[in-house]
């Protein structure tokens, strides 16, 4: 095997995710009947819909048998029948046919695809709402890129089925079975042999139904590895261009791209066989019905005129079944979309909240980590029997090296997971027994790597207290010396900034989300290596901001700078999910243990 390939084989293998998997289930009907009751709320709104469409295609339904009555009439011109009377009325029978068809079908498209649009507006809403209450664990296993086709493509690959499929369906079906019936009615024996082909249609295309939705499952999930890539690929541009790694990963992206064509070039061709299955069996039926027509006419079992309408119904039985055979295609397309979407919706949330969940009544503030087991992978815990006691306006620093579990103990406080064995309480309350909104309200954070949004200064710090007035915002602003910045970029509060704030410093975006925490007023804050990128003129100004922030606060830092953990009224030192030290900043010196030589170690690289 070549290096190259090896290489390809590797980087495929980090984007074939659980979510990727072929879904292999059969051809699942309460999985369409669970589909349709998003169109549940709009059942009013479509009943005058069906109503047109039943109009138009009764009246596509009569126009045949004018049509022939007419052209009987005409050839029995000798026996009185064909006066021009007789054919004006019959033409401006057929025309007044034609407006109402053209009215209906007209009222008919247009509102099938505005209820077809609402419903997919709501089902994006509800596919959205709920991935926003999936636990962290569901986000550790996908990247960004998977869950962002479930929400855009497959809910788009529904819209069809929506705006055109249901109506459509029903409209197909009635005309099917009217033009079944009116064959008949005019003439058994005429009838059954110009339908003795369905059947055989039916078997042949029946064969292909297994491999068109196989096909275009694969095809989603290509898509998704694509939608993958490109999100890793933004995000780590600069590692990228920085490695000069652009033609490796070009090459594999063009993997992937070949891979999608290959896929949707497969799907596609299974998917057009329908038409050329359709239109050969058309042409059989149509060669037995001149055939065996003719043979009629001569014996006087039937007239021209019938068998003109026979040729019109059977024009008309060919293409709904033509439409039926699209449909069932677009059918796959969709069910192999609703699939992925099913499985986003009936992820369960591994964080959730309890039936008898209370809202967390406002806090004091004093945190107890009772005896905590915690492991993000079975058989490999992160913490190992940790307990905390931490009072009310106490500030607690988390020190250790990488690894040893300090984020751990910041994401159970905010309940982003929860313990295998142990409990967290606020005030005394288990934090399971409350709903995750009541408390994470009254828990702020401050990342080390803070997300700036797309919009402006005032948007972003606003963020943190969505109903805070223009005033509170500067005034947290200038509380953290952020307003200073601010006001020297070119629209002050209303500059703004792309995702992710690139157009700010590392610094700027960190004042920033000091001033969103400080807006939010939490009574537990959590910095989580909150000053690492800010310089050291802007840190001795940040720390006289931290004690506003601080002040009244139960705190919880993660930090290695010294001046940042030193005042801290307890600090906890962590190794391997276990704590090895606690104490203030003067005692653990004192002990020359391991917190030592974590300040030793600082200076030695200062």
């Keep these: 095997m070549s290096a190259n390939t090896a290489k390809t084989r590797s980087r495929d293998e980090r984007f074939v995710y659980q979510d990727d998997d072929a879904i292999e289930k059969p051809f699942n009907w309460a999985q369409l009947r669970r589909l349709y009751t998003y169109m549940h709320p709009y059942r009013k709104q479509l009943m ?3 109503i047109m469409m039943v109009i138009g295609t009764l009246t596509k339904l009569t126009v045949p048998i004018i049509m022939g009555l007419v052209i009987d009439n005409i050839l029995n011109a000798e026996k009185g029948f064909g006066d021009f009377g007789t054919l004006a009325l019959a033409g401006a029978g057929m025309l007044a046919l034609y407006v109402v068809q053209w009215a209906s079908n007209t009222y008919r498209i247009k509102y099938t695809n505005i209820i077809g649009q609402k419903v997919i507006y709501d089902l994006r809403e509800h596919l959205f709402r709920h991935i926003q209450k999936l636990s962290f664990r569901f986000y550790d296993k996908r990247p960004a890129g998977s869950v962002l086709v479930r929400v855009t493509n497959d809910v788009n690959a529904l819209q069809d089925l929506f705006t055109n499929g249901v109506v459509n369906l029903l409209m197909d079906c009635i005309q099917l079975v009217g033009i079944v019936v009116i064959l008949l009615a005019l003439n058994v024996k005429l009838g059954l042999a110009v339908m003795i082909t369905v059947p055989i249609m039916f078997i042949v295309s029946t064969s292909l139904r297994k491999r068109i939705r196989f096909a275009w499952q694969d095809v989603r999930m290509k898509q998704s590895r694509i939608n993958a890539h490109l999100n890793e690929s933004i995000q780590g541009m600069k590692v990228t261009q920085a490695y000069v790694q652009e033609k490796d990963n070009m090459g594999f992206f063009t993997h992937m791209n ?8 497969k799907a596609s061709a299974l998917n ?11 042409a059989i039926g149509t060669c037995i019905l001149f055939w065996y027509g003719a043979h009629l006419i001569q014996s006087d079992a039937i007239t021209v005129g019938l068998l003109v309408m026979f040729a019109n119904y059977i ?23 609703s699939e992925r979407i099913f499985e986003f919706i009936d992820e369960e949330p591994t964080v959730g909240e309890a039936k008898t969940a209370r809202q967390l009544p406002a806090i004091k503030g004093d945190v ?6 915690f492991e993000y992978e079975k058989d490999r815990p992160a913490l190992k029997g940790v307990s905390i006691d931490v009072k009310a306006g106490q500030s607690i620093a988390l020190v250790g090296h990488t690894g040893s579990g300090k984020s751990t103990i910041i994401n159970l406080l905010c309940r982003f997971y929860d313990p295998v064995q142990g409990r967290v309480l606020i005030d005394g309350i288990d934090i399971r027994d409350v709903t995750i909104e009541s408390l994470r309200s009254q828990v702020g954070i401050v990342l080390q790597d803070t997300f700036i949004f797309a919009g402006s200064i005032r ?6 207290k969505l109903d805070a007035t223009d005033d509170e915002i500067v005034k947290a602003a200038q509380a953290v010396h952020a307003h200073e910045f601010i006001m020297s970029l070119p629209d002050g509060y209303d500059t703004q900034v792309e995702e992710r704030g690139n157009v700010l410093s590392m610094g700027q975006r960190q004042l920033l989300s000091f001033a969103r925490a400080l807006l939010a007023d939490p009574r537990i804050l959590i910095l989580d290596e909150a000053t690492a990128s800010i310089d050291t003129e802007t840190e001795l100004r940040i720390q006289e901001a931290l004690k506003t922030l601080l002040s009244g606060r139960t705190s919880f830092m993660i930090a290695h700078r010294l001046s940042t953990i030193r005042h801290a009224d307890d600090i906890i030192v962590l190794d391997h999910g276990r704590i090895v030290e606690q104490g203030n900043h003067e005692e653990l010196l004192a002990r020359k243990g391991v917190y030592n030589g974590l300040i030793e170690a600082q200076y030695r690289f200062l």
Aim: aromatic share 12%; no cysteine.
């Design 48 to 50: 005058p819909v069906i």
């Design 258 to 265: 070949t891979d999608n064509i290959k896929s949707w070039n």
């Design 272 to 282: 057009q066989a329908f038409g050329p299955i359709i239109e050969v069996t058309a």
């Design 315 to 337: 024009g008309n039985f060919w293409e709904p079944i033509n439409r039926l055979g699209q449909m069932y295609s677009q059918l796959l397309i969709a069910m192999a979309s």
């Design 368 to 373: 107890t980590f009772d005896n905590i087991v």
């Design 459 to 464: 948007d972003n710090i606003r963020y943190g």
